[in-house]
């Protein structure tokens, strides 16, 4: 990435960041990437207003209560404004509707009111219609777009099973992401394999910045010793119970590592909510150690440290998906980190945060017998080399992926694209 000056800021500058997903502590009970980053841009000579839905994902559930087709407000310093769409629960066809009105309303409705004209407009997937939005308002106040791709699409839902690959809606969103790609004026990703995603499509010349995703400044503390995980050999998961996060895997791998003496007496802890957990339910109790898998209601996101603490060891698992050839930047890897526990990855992806930092074991994606001996392998090591790999992903995600630190880099492209030197 090209550096701007980090002198003085003579002028505070405005960015709009649009995206339908993001999370707020009033709306969701928890911080995402867009408050999270844009908090900490202020002092970067960035003041950001955040567009987001009103409904919360993945349940799907209303916030905006009564007639009002939007709201402005305020988030730990930050504007933001959201737009009423619809719930939609498990409905396909109403999530999607929520997704073109959301867009729609984008464009439409007076929103910018009140609000201080942007110098530059970010689009963010999930998904490509509010980064449409996001482009088309950019044009419209004739500034610099900013394209964000979180996801690749529509090759994350085909590979997910959603979408057939020469399907209308398939053809339509590949022909969206391209339009974005050729309009935005640079693009930015956690996924540091877009570069690669860019030459393939013909934008090799296209400016790219990686910005991983990170944790909260004011979540770091103090790492937690090996002895004060209690009770016998904790194994958990913390986050969603769908469909990508493989955990029939775990369990299975879990079922088999207890074979061994020194995990004959641990036990599966699996925090978290969705649509797969009551199949889950179901392979945890055919494993044949049913007794020792625990499943725990969903945290609020400021428990979570806390509770991933009072584990030995943190699992994570993925299935072998093409589209992990550009890579990958899951939250609950810098969370495990956070919690300086020795993390058990499983992944074939672009990226190994866990190998990179040097915190645990990583296999291949969805190896149930390699995560398995992972497993054995953690479980025998003695509680001073369990620690030492906890500290590694400790000091990795204070290095490398608090908001503060990623609030700069994010400043820094927008200087680029405003022309700010």
């Not at 730990?76 to 737009?83: L, Y």
């Amino acid at each position: 990435m090209v550096n701007v000056s980090d002198g003085p800021h003579v002028e505070t500058r405005s960015v709009w960041i649009i995206n339908h997903h993001t999370t707020l502590p009033s709306k969701d009970g928890r911080m995402g990437r867009h408050l999270g980053i844009a908090q900490y841009l202020e002092s970067c000579g960035w003041k950001a207003t955040l567009f987001v839905a009103s409904t919360t994902h993945p349940s799907g559930s209303q916030r905006l209560k009564g007639p009002r087709l939007f709201r402005r407000g305020i988030e730990r310093g930050v504007a933001t404004v959201w737009i009423k769409v619809p719930a939609y629960g498990q409905s396909l066809v109403r999530r999607l509707l929520s997704m073109v009105l959301f867009a729609s309303m984008l464009i439409w409705l007076p929103l910018g009111r009140g609000v201080r004209r942007p110098d530059v407009v970010v689009g963010s997937t999930v998904h490509p219609f509010a980064a449409w939005a996001a482009m088309m308002l950019a044009r419209r106040k004739r500034v610099p777009f900013v394209y964000e791709i979180r996801d690749i699409w529509p090759e994350t839902l085909v590979d997910l099973g959603t979408l057939n690959k020469d399907s209308r809606i398939s053809k339509l969103l590949s022909a969206l992401s391209m339009q974005l790609c050729r309009q935005a004026a640079s693009v930015i990703s956690p996924l540091p394999g877009v570069r690669q995603y860019l030459d393939e499509n013909g934008f090799s010349e296209k400016p790219f910045y990686w910005i991983p995703n990170g944790v909260d400044d004011s979540f770091v503390g103090a790492t937690v010793d090996e002895d004060e995980a209690s009770g016998s050999f904790t194994f958990m998961y913390l986050g969603a119970q769908g469909r990508a996060n493989a955990l029939e895997g775990v369990i299975s791998a879990f079922a088999e590592a207890r074979g061994h003496s020194r995990l004959s007496n641990s036990r599966l802890v699996l925090v978290g909510d969705g649509p797969m957990q009551a199949q889950l339910r179901g392979v945890a109790s055919s494993s044949g150690c049913a007794e020792a898998i625990e499943f725990r209601h969903r945290i609020p996101r400021s428990e979570v440290q806390d509770t991933a603490r009072r584990a030995d060891c943190l699992v994570a698992n993925m299935y072998d998906n093409s589209v992990y050839r550009y890579g990958i930047s899951l939250n609950k890897l810098y969370d495990y980190m956070l919690a300086g526990r020795p993390i058990i990855f499983a992944s074939s992806a672009l990226n190994d945060p866990v190998q990179e930092a040097g915190c645990g074991v990583s296999v291949s994606a969805n190896d149930v017998h390699g995560i398995a001996k992972a497993m054995v392998e953690i479980a025998c090591m003695s509680p001073q080399g369990r620690k030492d790999l906890g500290v590694k992903g400790y000091d990795f995600v204070l290095k490398n992926n608090t908001y503060s630190s990623l609030a700069v880099k994010f400043s820094r492209v927008l200087n680029l694209v405003a022309g700010i030197h």
